[in-house]
C-alpha cells in the first residue's frame, strides 16, 4: 500500500502497536448461499465462510463518542455493541468481514469505521454483538 504523503509509516505504527497491545483474532466473511444457484428466487442456504484472516486486534471498553474523538460513531451505534476493537488496516483485515471469532466466541460485526486520512485507510474500529 503506497501512499505520496507517507502514510505507510503510520500504517505500520498502527499495526506495531495493536500487536503489542492485542491479541490474534479471526476475522470472517461469511455469505448465505443459495439452495440452488439456477434458482435464487428458492432462498437462501447455508451460511459459508468465503474468506478468514487471522489479525492482531485490541479490544476495547466500550466508550461514549466523545472518548472517541467525535469519530462518527453515534451513541446509538455503541448501545447496539457489546465489545468494540481496534484492527489495523494494514493487517489484511477491511470493511468486508462480518464475523469476529475471539477465544471460541463468535461476534457478528454491527459497524465498521475506517479511519482512513487522504485514500489510505489506517485503523478500522468495530461494534460487535453476540
Given at each position: 500500500?503506497?501512499?505520496?504523503?507517507?502514510y505507510?509509516?503510520?500504517?505500520?505504527?498502527?499495526?506495531?502497536m495493536?500487536?503489542?497491545?492485542?491479541?490474534d483474532?479471526?476475522?470472517?466473511?461469511?455469505?448465505?448461499?443459495?439452495?440452488?444457484?439456477?434458482?435464487?428466487?428458492?432462498?437462501a442456504?447455508?451460511?459459508?465462510?468465503?474468506?478468514?484472516?487471522?489479525?492482531?486486534?485490541?479490544?476495547?471498553?466500550i466508550?461514549g463518542?466523545?472518548?472517541?474523538?467525535?469519530?462518527?460513531?453515534?451513541?446509538?451505534?455503541l448501545?447496539?455493541c457489546?465489545?468494540?476493537?481496534?484492527?489495523?488496516?494494514?493487517?489484511?483485515?477491511?470493511?468486508?468481514?462480518n464475523?469476529?471469532?475471539d477465544?471460541?466466541?463468535?461476534?457478528?460485526?454491527?459497524?465498521?469505521?475506517?479511519?482512513?486520512?487522504?485514500?489510505t485507510?489506517?485503523?478500522?474500529?468495530m461494534?460487535?454483538?453476540?
Amino acid at each position: 500500500m503506497s501512499s505520496t504523503f507517507g502514510y505507510d509509516e503510520f500504517n505500520e505504527l498502527a499495526l506495531e502497536m495493536i500487536k503489542e497491545t492485542g491479541r490474534d483474532t479471526v476475522f470472517q466473511r461469511v455469505v448465505q448461499a443459495p439452495t440452488d444457484p439456477q434458482k435464487p428466487w428458492l432462498g437462501a442456504g447455508a451460511r459459508v465462510v468465503s474468506k478468514t484472516v487471522t489479525a492482531p486486534a485490541t479490544f476495547v471498553p466500550i466508550a461514549g463518542k466523545r472518548e472517541l474523538g467525535e469519530y462518527g460513531v453515534t451513541d446509538e451505534m455503541l448501545a447496539r455493541c457489546e465489545r468494540t476493537l481496534w484492527v489495523a488496516a494494514g493487517s489484511g483485515v477491511d470493511d468486508s468481514y462480518n464475523v469476529v471469532l475471539d477465544g471460541g466466541t463468535a461476534w457478528h460485526v454491527e459497524f465498521v469505521r475506517t479511519l482512513k486520512p487522504a485514500e489510505t485507510p489506517l485503523v478500522l474500529f468495530m461494534g460487535l454483538k453476540r
